[in-house]
Every structure is written in structure tokens, then in C-alpha cells.
């Protein structure tokens, strides 16, 4: 490639010679022309440097110039020859389409001829099945002729060429008169099957329907017979003139359901393999409402049998009433050791408050609900399977009012639903009077016996009640039910339970003669066993509340409702709280009331003939006599003996610590009015150590904390000069904190005798 040339400067034109005057312009010109002739030079250099390349190349096209003219004529020719060709495939191509045409119409012909053909033999051969009543035969040459295309069946040359002289109809009309004839001979025989109980032509009959293309009829054909065992086995089943047992009505009901789910267990298979995928949900959704209307049967008849009407009115009207009222509740408060006389009760005479009859009609009532519960869990498994597989659902519900359903396939109000939850109102109003009646009773027979228990007899008895009614009422499986039966509860305790406990402490120390020591104990022996029927209900209640959520079946309950079942046992449990408050004040009034008053003469009595200023001969007697670690030990043993032998550990452990505290106050104050020597500290230091391990002996718990004051302050009195504190003050304490403050150790160091008081005021702490 030529090289680029330098691009020349402007050159000034001939007119712009005239107009230079001054000689530095001049040169300047000259300069540029000089300049442009050299560029020129150097153009023209390189043009000529290339010229003979340039040259070559215009020889070599030249050269070239005769094939390129051959090429020419050669492509002209060729473009005339594929023209033609092109033409001719043309017209060749038009003809194979018209033969392909051609083609497709034969074939067409020969098709249609030979399904008319297989039409004609199918209806005569289908007549001739007719006539030998073989309707297996028939029912599959009509499903074989629904094969055949609706344009062949129904052109006019099927209707010219398969209509014979024995049957001149046209093939529709011949086909819409077989399948008419044989939807009536397979209904009646399959509903005189039915009626012989002849298993064997139900399933054929039942298998023939869908060839016939009466899907839907078969199924509901199918589904009366089905309702039909379930109706059989629900009238057989209530054809007693005596009810036979307690749990009759759940036995029935329970075996009402498990014959519908043994049913649909049993025919699913078989309906989905001649019915196709999905054609099971309309057998459930009416096996559902037979199970509605059998159920309703035996409510019905389980009400009226039980009298549940009857009862739940005289509950309302009589039994309620009374339990609620304060003055047939309340019992004699002051009697522990015995049973409390309680005025008769006007409802044991009514045989409809029969406490035996309404824990029968309970029991069934939750185990009917817990049956029906599970029921329609299954049913609501199998249905919403069957709807999953339906492969046109708009098919299915075009005849059904689709609102009546829920998404499931099911109905949305089902009547067993709807009677269960009205017949758990009423068994809630049972409930209620049973629970009220029972708890009465066990407060009303309410005694103590030491060597039963640490508790009364009421205890026991009301949290059987209440575990077996919390229980049964789980085992309904309905949440709404549950719920309101444990807040039921919750009030019930808080009233009747908790209010009967307190109505005993309140009256326990009230009524009794001035001076009567017996009477004094006892009291105090009925104040205690309450304590103990405190303590023991806070952790039964607490119990209680986990193990009922334990019984919970997570299978119906679950979700969100087992979050409420948790919630509402939670709030049963917090119950606990409140009786140990209550506890926690019983304990305190108790010991202000007995034990805390003998603190004091219990010193006085341990302390008397005792001192701590001694001398050698004294301390040696001292420490063999150990007067006062002995009579203290006697006099505390006998002041807590009622106590460890009544209490229950709790609650001993908690009167122990109450009367460890104020043995330690009442002491330390004894010792701010003691004198002290060196020997008497000491002498000191061993009495606390005794009793310190004397009283961690009485219970599992360590007692040393609480003396920890009394320690440091054997501690400073046993210093044999004032300055010795600072080996145990400050920085030198090490891991002791002081519970003594400057004022206190100083007025301890006071009480010696033999140390110096004036160094002891002049101590810098």
C-alpha cells in the first residue's frame, strides 16, 4: 500500500504575491513554497516506486479477461437449464399433492368403509347378544361401538349401508335403544341382586354400568347399596328392647363408623378401576350422609334413652341452683380429723341427678364425640385424595351444588357435626354439676388420718375428680369443648376448693375455750394438715396441667387448637401460684402465731446458770456439762416434733428456715446484752458450732448461711487483742464479705472484758 504523503501547507495564490510588502513575509512564503514543493517531490517519489507493481496487476486482469467471458456464457446457460428444471418440479410437485389428495381421500374411504363395516357387525353382533341375553357380550360391543367417531356413526353412510331388514333403524337409534334396554336390565338386576344379598352379580352388574357409559348412574345405583348395608347395620344394631350396657351407644356409633370405613377400604380399588380416578368421592359424599342420618338415629335414641333432656333441665332448675349456692357448700370448716356434717342434700332423692347416671351418660357422650371426631378425619383424608385425582373437576360438580361442599369434597354442615357440638353443651352442663357435686362431697367427708397420709382425705378425692373429668373431656377432641370445661374448672377450684381450704384456716384457732391446751392442739393440727393439703394440691394441680396435655391426641387436635389446648392448661397450672402465695401465709401466720413466741423463753431457759465470763475451772466444767447446747436441743426438739411429724418436707423445711431466722435474731440480741472473756468467747464459738450442726441435721438444706452473723461475730469476740481485726478487715478479707458493719463489730469488741476499750474506739476500719 502507497505511503501516506505529508499533508502540504497552504499555498498562497499569485494575487497574494502583490500584497507582501514586508521582507519577514516574503520568507515566510518562500518558506511554505519551498515546503509544498518537496511534499509534491515526495508524492511523486513514492507513485513511481509503485508503478511497476501496478503494473503487474493491470497484466494479470487483463489475463484474466477471456475465462471471465467464458464464466459468463457458461452461467447464462445454466441459469436457462435450472429454469426449466424448476418448471418442471413444478408441475411435478402439483401432481404428487394431487395424488397425495387423491391418496388421503382413498384411504379416508377404505377407513370410513371399514368402520361402517366393523359398526354394522358390532350392532348385529350386539342384537345377536341381545337375543341370547349374554348382556357381558353386549355391554362390551356397546362400549366398542362408543368408539367409533360421531361423523362415521352418525353420516349418511352408516345410516344407508349398516341398517339391515331385521333392524332398519339407523345405527344411533340402534345404539341409544341397546344401551336404554340394557341400563334397565342391569338396574333391575342389579337391584334384585341387592335384594338376594348376592355379592357375586352386584359386582358384575356394578363392573357393566360404566360400558354402557352410565358412569354416574352405576355410582349412584352403587352408593344405594352401599347406604344401604350401613342403614341395615345401624337398624340391626339398635334393635334391643334393653339397653345392655354403659357404653351401648358408643359401641354403636363406634361400630356405625368403623363399617363406613371398612366399606370405603374395601370397594376403592374396585371403584377406581372400573370408574376411573376420582369416582370414589361421590360414594363417600353419600356414605357421609347415610352416616348422618344413622348417627342421628342413635343420638336420638341416646338422648331419649339416657333422658339427657330431662336431666340437663332438672340440672338447670334444681341441681345447678343449689351446688352454686354458698350455704350447701359450705362445710363444718373447724373439724379435720372427721368427716363434716353437711345438711342432707335435696337432690340425692331425684334419680335424674343420679350421679352414677350422668357419669355413664358423660363418658359416652366423649367417647362418641372422640369417635366422631376421628371419623371425620378420615373421611376427610379419603375424600380430599379422591378430589386431587378428579382430572375435570368442572365435570364432576356440573349437577352438584357446589356450595353445599366444602374444599375438601365434603359437606360443609354435616348433621353428625352440628349434633355432636349441640349434645356437648349439655354434656359440659353434666360435667359442670358432677364436678360441683363430687367436690362438695369430698369436702363434706373431708378427714384425717396420720397414718394414711400428711394430707386429708379431700385431697385425694377431689384431684381423682378432676384428672378424670379433665381427661375425659380431652378425649372429646373438640376444642371449644375442652376449653370451656378447663375454665370451668379453674373457677371451680378457685370457688369451691381453694375457698374450702381457706374457710378451714380462718376458723382453725377460733371458737376454742381460753386455756384448753387440747383444743389448742388440735386447732393446730387442723391448720397444719390444710397447709399440707396446700403444699401437695400446688404440685398435683401443676402436674395435672402437663399430663392432661400429654393425653391430648395431637392427631385431632393440632395446629392452632392445640396452641389453645396448651394456653388453657397453662392458666390451670398457673393455679399452683396462687395456692403456694396462700401456703407461704399460712406457714408465716402459723409460726408468728405458735413458734415464734417460744424463741425467746427457749433462750431463757438454754441460758439458764450459763455465762460466758469463766475462768479455767469454769470453762472446763462448761465444756463437759455443755448445759446450754443440751437443753436447747431439747427444748427445740420438742417446740418442732408436731411439726416434722405432720408436715409434709416442704412444708417443714419452710417452718424450719422461719424458726432458724428468728433463732439467729433473737440470739444475736441476746448476745448484744452477754459480757465476754477470752475463755467465754471461745465457749461461745462452741455452742454456735453445736447448734449450727444441729440444726443443718434437720433438714437437707444448709443452715450455715443464715448463721453467717453469729460466726463473725464469735469471730470478733474471740480476738485476743482489738488490732487483730485487720487481719480479717479490707484487703486481707480475702473471699469474706462482712455482714457485721464497723458500728456492730466495735460494740462487740465492747462486750470483753478484758480488752481495751479506749484501743477498741480508736480502731480505723
Known amino acids: 500500500m502507497p505511503a501516506i504523503s505529508p499533508e502540504l501547507p497552504p499555498t498562497p495564490t499569485p494575487s497574494d504575491y502583490?500584497?507582501?510588502?514586508?521582507?519577514?513575509?516574503?520568507?515566510?512564503?518562500?518558506?511554505?513554497?519551498?515546503?509544498?514543493?518537496?511534499?509534491?517531490?515526495?508524492r511523486l517519489d513514492v507513485i513511481l516506486d509503485n508503478r511497476s507493481r501496478l503494473e503487474g496487476t493491470i497484466y494479470q486482469l487483463s489475463s484474466m479477461k477471456p475465462k471471465l467471458s467464458k464464466l459468463k456464457t457458461d452461467g447464462s446457460r445454466m441459469v436457462t437449464i435450472i429454469s426449466g428444471t424448476s418448471s418442471l418440479a413444478e408441475r411435478v410437485s402439483d401432481k404428487v399433492r394431487k395424488l397425495d389428495l387423491e391418496q388421503s381421500r382413498v384411504k379416508e374411504a377404505i377407513h370410513q368403509v371399514e368402520e361402517v363395516q366393523d359398526l354394522k357387525q358390532c350392532i348385529t353382533s350386539m342384537q345377536d347378544a341381545m337375543l341370547r341375553r349374554d348382556y357381558d357380550d353386549a355391554a362390551t360391543l356397546l362400549h366398542q361401538s362408543f368408539g367409533v367417531d360421531r361423523s362415521i356413526l352418525e353420516g349418511s353412510f352408516a345410516e344407508y349401508t349398516v341398517p339391515t331388514s331385521e333392524n332398519p333403524d339407523n345405527p344411533t337409534k340402534t345404539i341409544s335403544d341397546v344401551k336404554a334396554a340394557l341400563f334397565d336390565i342391569f338396574s333391575k338386576q342389579f337391584d334384585m341382586a341387592v335384594s338376594s344379598r348376592d355379592q357375586k352379580e352386584i359386582t358384575r352388574y356394578f363392573k357393566l354400568f360404566p360400558l354402557i357409559g352410565c358412569h354416574k348412574e352405576g355410582l349412584q345405583r352403587y352408593s344405594n347399596f352401599v347406604c344401604g348395608l350401613v342403614r341395615d347395620q345401624g337398624s340391626e344394631s339398635l334393635r334391643v328392647d334393653k339397653v345392655p350396657s354403659t357404653s351401648f351407644y358408643a359401641d354403636t356409633i363406634t361400630a356405625l363408623f368403623e363399617n363406613v370405613a371398612l366399606i370405603i377400604n374395601q370397594h376403592q380399588p374396585m371403584v377406581q378401576a372400573h370408574y376411573g380416578p376420582g369416582s370414589m368421592l361421590h360414594v363417600i359424599q353419600r356414605l357421609q350422609e347415610e352416616t348422618d342420618t344413622q348417627s342421628m338415629r342413635i343420638f336420638v335414641r341416646y338422648s331419649n334413652e339416657r333422658k339427657i333432656d330431662r336431666r340437663i333441665s332438672e340440672i338447670r332448675t334444681v341441681g345447678l341452683s343449689q351446688l352454686r349456692s354458698p350455704t350447701l357448700s359450705r362445710v363444718n370448716p373447724s373439724n379435720t380429723t372427721s368427716p363434716s356434717i353437711q345438711s342432707p342434700d335435696p337432690t340425692l332423692a331425684n334419680p335424674l341427678l343420679d350421679p352414677r347416671e350422668l357419669d355413664i351418660s358423660s363418658n359416652e357422650l366423649a367417647v362418641m364425640s372422640q369417635r366422631s371426631a376421628l371419623f371425620h378425619r378420615f373421611l376427610r383424608a379419603r375424600a380430599k385424595e379422591e378430589l386431587e385425582a378428579i382430572p375435570n373437576e368442572e365435570e364432576f360438580w356440573k349437577d352438584t351444588n357446589r356450595k353445599q361442599y366444602d374444599s375438601d369434597g365434603l359437606l360443609v354442615m354435616s348433621r353428625l357435626s352440628k349434633r355432636v357440638s349441640d349434645l356437648l353443651d349439655s354434656y359440659l352442663i353434666m360435667e359442670e354439676y358432677l364436678v360441683r357435686?363430687?367436690?362438695?362431697?369430698?369436702?363434706?367427708?373431708?378427714?384425717?388420718?396420720?397414718?394414711?397420709?400428711?394430707?386429708?382425705?379431700?385431697?385425694?378425692?377431689?384431684?381423682?375428680?378432676?384428672?378424670?373429668?379433665?381427661?375425659?373431656?380431652?378425649?372429646?377432641?373438640?376444642?371449644?369443648?375442652?376449653?370451656?370445661?378447663?375454665?370451668?374448672l379453674i373457677k371451680i377450684i378457685e370457688s369451691e376448693y381453694i375457698g374450702f381450704l381457706q374457710?378451714?384456716?380462718?376458723?382453725?384457732?377460733?371458737?376454742?375455750?381460753?386455756?384448753?391446751?387440747?383444743?389448742?392442739?388440735?386447732?393446730?393440727?387442723?391448720?397444719?394438715v390444710?397447709?399440707?393439703?396446700?403444699?401437695?394440691?400446688?404440685?398435683?394441680?401443676?402436674?395435672?396441667?402437663?399430663?392432661?396435655l400429654d393425653h391430648a391426641d395431637t392427631n385431632l387436635i393440632e395446629g392452632e387448637g392445640y396452641q389453645s389446648l396448651e394456653k388453657a392448661l397453662k392458666q390451670l397450672g398457673n393455679l399452683s401460684d396462687s395456692m403456694k402465695k396462700r401456703l407461704t401465709t399460712g406457714l408465716e401466720q402459723l409460726f408468728g402465731q405458735t413458734l415464734k413466741p417460744r424463741v425467746r423463753p427457749l433462750f431463757q431457759e438454754a441460758y439458764r446458770d450459763v455465762k460466758y465470763v469463766l475462768d479455767e475451772d469454769e470453762y472446763n466444767e462448761a465444756d463437759s456439762n455443755d448445759a446450754f447446747v443440751r437443753r436447747f436441743t431439747q427444748g427445740f426438739s420438742k417446740l418442732i416434733d408436731i411439726y416434722r411429724r405432720t408436715f409434709t418436707e416442704p412444708n417443714f423445711a419452710h417452718m424450719l428456715d422461719l424458726m432458724v431466722t428468728a433463732v439467729t435474731k433473737q440470739w444475736e440480741k441476746i448476745v448484744l446484752q452477754t459480757r465476754?472473756?477470752?475463755?467465754?468467747?471461745?465457749?461461745?464459738?462452741?455452742?454456735?458450732?453445736?447448734?449450727?450442726?444441729?440444726?443443718?441435721?434437720?433438714?437437707?438444706?444448709?443452715?450455715?448461711?443464715?448463721?453467717t452473723r453469729l460466726n463473725q461475730t464469735a469471730t470478733v469476740l474471740s480476738f485476743e487483742t482489738p488490732s487483730e481485726i485487720y487481719e480479717y478487715w479490707g484487703s486481707k478479707a480475702g473471699p469474706v464479705t462482712w455482714r457485721l458493719t464497723v458500728t456492730e463489730i466495735k460494740k462487740l469488741m465492747m462486750l470483753r472484758i478484758d480488752l481495751d476499750h479506749d484501743e477498741i474506739s480508736n480502731l480505723e476500719l
Not at 390444710?530 to 392432661?548: G, M
Open 18 to 42: 502583490k500584497l507582501l510588502t514586508n521582507i519577514n513575509d516574503i520568507r515566510e512564503c518562500l518558506r511554505k513554497l519551498d515546503a509544498e514543493e518537496n511534499a509534491i517531490d515526495a
Open 437 to 488: 357435686r363430687s367436690v362438695n362431697m369430698a369436702m363434706s367427708i373431708d378427714e384425717y388420718d396420720s397414718a394414711v397420709g400428711e394430707t386429708s382425705s379431700c385431697v385425694d378425692d377431689v384431684f381423682f375428680i378432676l384428672k378424670k373429668v379433665t381427661r375425659r373431656c380431652i378425649s372429646t377432641a373438640h376444642l371449644d369443648t375442652i376449653t370451656s370445661m378447663i375454665n370451668l
Open 503 to 528: 374457710r378451714k384456716m380462718s376458723a382453725a384457732f377460733t371458737g376454742h375455750e381460753p386455756g384448753n391446751s387440747k383444743a389448742v392442739e388440735l386447732a393446730k393440727l387442723s391448720y397444719m
Open 530 to 548: 390444710v397447709l399440707n393439703n396446700l403444699d401437695v394440691s400446688s404440685l398435683y394441680i401443676q402436674r395435672l396441667s402437663e399430663e392432661a
Open 676 to 707: 465476754f472473756n477470752q475463755l467465754g468467747a471461745l465457749r461461745f464459738d462452741k455452742d454456735l458450732r453445736s447448734l449450727t450442726h444441729y440444726l443443718s441435721n434437720l433438714t437437707d438444706w444448709s443452715t450455715r448461711d443464715k448463721m
